[in-house]
């Protein structure tokens, strides 16, 4: 039975295909609206209609063979009442101008979607928002936990830096230092040295104008004296 059949199979009990097909139309187009927004349409004896959720999977092209990787999606799904299954089972069966579903109580529907499927979609609903705070939560943390290693290796690599740069410049100034005070002592060491130098010259006695002066004398002396004896 296609749609057309059933708004002609309805079509008496309404009054007309255009009722019919009007109402079919709204029966149909409040289904889809609800469950795509995330509620659960129950139908007492009939079954319900939700929307469920299927994580990311691999499957088979059946015509390839080849692995496909499958997105993670949301599908419509139909589950067959109690009343559905016993009928459709054989445990129960229908009589001629029996109504295979019995007519909802007063206050059981509102808008089109059962009070039990409003109150299963909103704790749904409650715990979808738990989990994903939870997972916002957990991937700030995640987030975080890199920053905050990478701001302190930072601090230590600039505290190294800086700590390696102090003791180079230590070192080149202890290297000054010490330069200034090797070449204060050699200047210091190359004043001394001519005083010592002018020191020696004065303290030698004289040797060559001395010792000819006395030796050119006593030839002298020696020669008169000869010249005396004979």
């Given amino acids: 039975?296609?749609?057309?059949?059933?708004?002609?199979?309805?079509?008496?009990?309404?009054?007309?295909?255009?009722?019919?097909?009007?109402?079919?139309?709204?029966v149909l187009d409040t289904i889809i609206r609800s469950v795509v927004a995330g509620d659960r349409v129950s139908v007492t004896g009939f079954g319900s209609f939700e929307?469920?959720?299927r994580a990311a999977r691999y499957a088979r092209n059946p015509q390839t063979g080849e692995r496909v990787r499958v997105k993670k999606t949301s599908v419509p799904r139909f589950?067959?009442?109690?009343?559905?299954?016993?009928?459709?089972?054989?445990?129960?069966?229908?009589?001629?101008?029996?109504?295979?579903?019995k007519k909802a109580s007063p206050g059981t529907v509102s808008g089109g979607t059962t009070v039990a499927g409003k109150k299963a979609a909103a704790k749904k609903?409650?715990?979808?928002?738990?989990?994903?705070?939870?997972?916002?939560?957990?991937?700030?943390?995640?987030?975080?936990?890199?920053?905050?290693?990478?701001?302190?290796?930072?601090?230590?690599?600039?505290?190294?830096?800086?700590?390696?740069?102090?003791?180079?410049?230590?070192?080149k100034t202890t290297a000054k230092k010490v330069t200034a005070k090797k070449t204060t002592a050699k200047k210091t060491t190359a004043k001394a040295t001519p005083a010592k130098t002018t020191a020696k010259k004065a303290a030698k006695p004289p040797t060559r104008g001395a010792s000819g002066r006395k030796g050119t004398a006593a030839k002298r002396a020696t020669g008169a004296r000869s010249a005396n004896r004979a």
Wanted: hydrophobic share 40%; aromatic share 2%; proline share 2%.
């Fill in 1 to 26: 039975m296609n749609k057309a059949q059933l708004v002609e199979a309805i079509a008496d009990k309404l009054g007309g295909r255009a009722a019919a097909e009007e109402a079919v139309d709204a």
């Fill in 51 to 53: 929307k469920v959720d």
């Fill in 79 to 101: 589950r067959p009442g109690q009343g559905f299954k016993d009928l459709t089972g054989g445990t129960k069966k229908l009589t001629k101008g029996e109504t295979a579903i």
């Fill in 125 to 171: 609903t409650t715990a979808k928002k738990a989990t994903a705070k939870k997972t916002a939560k957990k991937a700030t943390t995640r987030a975080a936990a890199p920053a905050a290693a990478r701001k302190t290796t930072a601090k230590k690599a600039t505290t190294r830096a800086t700590a390696a740069a102090k003791t180079t410049a230590a070192k």
